[in-house]
């Protein structure tokens, strides 16, 4: 069974920055679809970014300019790093591991809390 471990998270004040890792172990990570998702209470869960197995990426509008996906294939991990924080940002962070014909793998998630 895959297993996802997210890391990273925190308290930070708005303005902040903050770097999630997400390392995954029992698959073949450099063949999935890597991504970050997050859900703030009340919300559903939704897509911040996601990088291909070729390295494409995709950001979504709220992250576009201030957060940055990247993988490590040798270290099975990717990362977000997040900058110039907002309250808005507050919410738990999962990591999803994809890949056409498989199911979808998920982390347990972390949280990331931003203070105003």
């Known amino acids: 069974q895959a297993q996802l471990v997210e890391s990273g998270g925190g308290l930070v004040n708005a303005g902040g920055s903050l770097r999630l890792s997400c390392k995954a172990s029992r698959i073949m990570f450099s063949s999935y679809l890597m991504g970050w998702y997050r859900q703030a209470p009340g919300k559903q869960r939704e897509l911040v970014a996601d990088?291909?197995?070729?390295?494409?990426?995709n950001y979504s509008d709220s992250a576009q300019g201030r957060f940055t996906i990247s993988r490590d294939n040798a270290k099975n991990t990717i990362y977000l790093q997040m900058s110039t924080l907002s309250p808005e940002d507050t919410a738990v962070y999962y990591c999803?591991?994809?890949?056409?014909?498989?199911?979808?793998?998920w982390g347990q998630g972390t949280q990331v809390t931003v203070a105003s």
């Open positions: 999803k591991a994809a890949r056409v014909g498989d199911v979808d793998f």
């Open positions: 990088i291909s197995s070729s390295g494409r990426i």
